[in-house]
């Protein structure tokens, strides 16, 4: 009897996350059936997925006809299709909290690869996952690797995330002050989007995975470490009670993580399989962050302390001088001290609703340039 294939809909089919999505798809088709398509601004790469894959349905933000292949209005309208047993969240930004909100209300299963839906929601968000008995399974891979590593969550006494730790590792904090953005976007083991690079230079990217972690896992913002390991081998390990500490270990690929999320609990030979080799890997290395060079990591283990609407602002600040950075306005590490200034400015409110929520980024985003323009024209 031939195996029932999951039904999956890819939101931010046309960014890295989404287009490496497809070639896991394309390598285990007999497993899969998608549902639906949604693009952003690159319509003509998600016009030719869409007549590659023939999904059901496509969102588009700028509508296309092909044959045979439903448009949809809203990335709600994919995101409340029943039909649907897992959702791919690939999209970057604010837009990823809303589609995800809905397909817990309908009991869907995520795959998430947005920062943002839990940084800016993650109270909220995992609140209606367990009311809703939906399994949200992380595609970062160092929350991949938290969740492989957990058998009995109960016996955990604390989560080990790894990092990179950028261009600017072992460079001085003069080097890191007069960086250029083609610098900053020369990362030594990933190729991802800009903003998430720059994010890694700066290791604001670690910040916002302890507070993703947090949600996630449940884990006290005491019980969650970050350590240096520039190899990025070791995607991140776990300790036991009783000081076993288990780690997930592999090749930097983000097709790993993607499959195990979208298969899971299943595993399957992918486009990534081979055997590992400690020989040819040779030696691991591991240390502690300069938090004086990278501040950014301090300030989001604040944040999230704080709670409410703290990481939204934390969020969105960053985001906005992240954007005046590559757009060549302030220097890298201009985005901390940016950052800093609107937090320190910001009134938290403790249990936001959404709305809340996204009126608070939006007044972080418009008060966070208005400061850039001040300090830049000053």
């Known amino acids: 009897m031939e195996a029932k294939k999951k039904k999956i ?37 998600l016009k030719q997925q869409a007549q590659k894959f023939r999904p059901k349905f496509v969102y588009a933000a700028k509508p296309f006809s092909i044959a045979g292949i439903k448009t949809v209005e809203t990335l709600e309208d994919i995101c409340s299709n029943k039909e649907n047993d897992i959702i791919l969240v690939a999209v970057s930004g604010k837009i ?64 080990i995330i790894t990092a990179s730790g950028g261009p600017f590792l072992h460079k001085t904090l003069e080097d890191m002050k007069n960086a250029t953005v083609e610098q900053a976007l020369a990362h030594p083991r990933w190729h991802m989007g800009k903003k998430i690079t720059v994010d890694s230079a700066t290791l604001m990217n670690k910040g916002l995975e302890i507070i993703e972690a947090h949600h996630l896992f449940g884990f006290d913002y005491d019980k969650i470490d970050v350590v240096v390991h520039p190899q990025s081998i070791v995607h991140s390990a776990i300790e036991y009670v009783d000081g076993s500490v288990i ?24 486009i990534k399989s081979k055997s590992f080799s400690f020989a040819d890997i040779a030696r691991l290395d591991f240390e502690k962050p300069d938090f004086e060079k990278f501040p950014c990591v301090k300030l989001a283990y604040a944040a999230g ?27 890298l590490y201009n985005i901390y001290e940016i950052t800093r200034t609107m937090i320190a400015r910001h009134t938290v409110i403790t249990n936001p609703t959404v709305e809340e929520i996204f009126a608070t980024d939006e007044s972080v985003r418009m008060q966070t340039r208005e400061y850039i323009n001040e300090i830049t024209h000053s």
């Open 9 to 45: 809909s890819i939101i931010g089919s046309t960014g890295s996350i989404g287009t490496q999505a497809l070639e896991v798809i394309e390598r285990l088709q007999d497993k899969f059936e998608i549902i639906a398509l949604a693009g952003g601004s690159n319509t003509d790469l």
């Open 305 to 331: 302390k704080t709670g409410g609407t703290a990481t939204v602002c934390l969020n969105a600040a960053n985001e906005e001088a992240v954007f005046a950075f590559l757009n060549g306005k302030i220097k």
């Open 247 to 270: 780690a997930q270990l592999g090749l930097p690929s983000m097709h790993i993580p993607i499959q195990y999320a979208i298969t899971y609990p299943e595993r399957f030979e992918g």
């Open 96 to 159: 990823g909290l809303k589609p995800t909100l809905t397909a817990i209300e309908n009991g869907i299963d995520i795959a998430l690869a947005n920062k943002e839906t839990l940084v800016m929601a993650g109270d909220i968000v995992m609140k209606k996952a367990r009311e809703n008995g939906v399994k949200i399974v992380p595609v970062d891979s160092e929350h991949c690797a938290i969740h492989q590593c957990i058998k009995d969550i109960s016996q955990v006494e604390k989560l």
